[in-house]
């Protein structure tokens, strides 16, 4: 085998991954994120799967894209665990599922609720998608030293659907009466890999929308692109690197 294995969707080496890795949605996101470290060079595209990696503080840091859904996401998350990152967080937007939550407030994941069909295929449901304890701890830590930021801390529901169904009904009064945060997309499987490579782990999401102040029909009102949440993204991006870094 070699010494530095090469992977085939991100389409870079081993070696072009640092330890801790910043991971989100959005391509653009990423040439973002990568503006704000020093030195990034992009060291892999292909499709959703953009990659940088630079240096912040004197860490080495990637950042990664994996586009949206659970089972493309879960491929991003696999080859960054085998090419040898050590620490993972991920950075995205999210519905709040509390009526305090507004949006461009931050969420920082405590756990995930598995409702997608990826981890189911890799261990038992019973397993539990936690985010680690010093990632936790460092993204609390960091968003401490944005004061601009309001931040919450809960579980996150990760959910392989965004459209709701034409003829299912899908109501979210459950999950609000559990004290679920907020609802995204991919975190559920972030952690589940992690935790079975042994990898550290946790989330941070943008609210961009709250599902209890509105009747989720088609999804019509749904804007990510004003400004409360633009502004926000740059925050979470902030606060993730500067947590990344002090995991190093």
């Not at 010093?134 to 944005?146: I, M, P």
């Amino acid at each position: 085998m070699s010494n530095d294995p090469f992977f085939p969707l991100l389409k870079l080496h081993a070696s072009a991954i640092a330890p801790l890795v910043l991971v989100v949605g959005d391509p653009a996101r990423a040439e973002d994120a990568s503006h704000l470290l020093e030195k990034a060079e992009k060291v892999g595209s292909n499709r959703e799967y953009v990659t940088y990696t630079g240096m912040l503080k004197g860490e080495r840091v990637t950042i990664a894209s994996h586009g949206v859904g659970a089972g493309g996401a879960a491929v991003c998350f696999e080859e960054l665990a085998r090419a040898g990152a050590k620490a993972i967080i991920r950075a995205g937007t999210a519905g709040a599922l509390q009526p305090p939550i507004n949006d461009g407030d931050l969420v920082i994941a405590t756990g995930a609720i598995r409702d997608e069909g990826v981890t189911e295929r890799l261990i038992p449901t019973m397993y539990p998608a936690i985010s680690n304890y010093e990632v936790l701890q460092a993204l609390q830590d960091a968003a401490k030293t944005v004061p601009e930021a309001t931040t919450h801390t809960g579980l996150i529901m990760s959910s392989d659907v965004f459209y709701p169904s034409a003829v299912m009904p899908r109501g979210w009064e459950m999950w609000t009466n559990s004290h679920v945060a907020a609802v995204e997309m991919e975190l559920s499987v972030l952690l589940i890999i992690a935790a079975l490579h042994n990898i550290r782990a946790g989330g941070i999401f943008v609210v961009d929308g709250n599902l209890t102040r509105t009747q989720v029909i088609d999804m019509s009102d749904y804007d990510p692109h004003r400004n409360v949440v633009s502004d926000a993204k740059l925050r979470m991006l902030r606060i993730s690197l500067n947590a990344l870094v002090r995991l190093g």
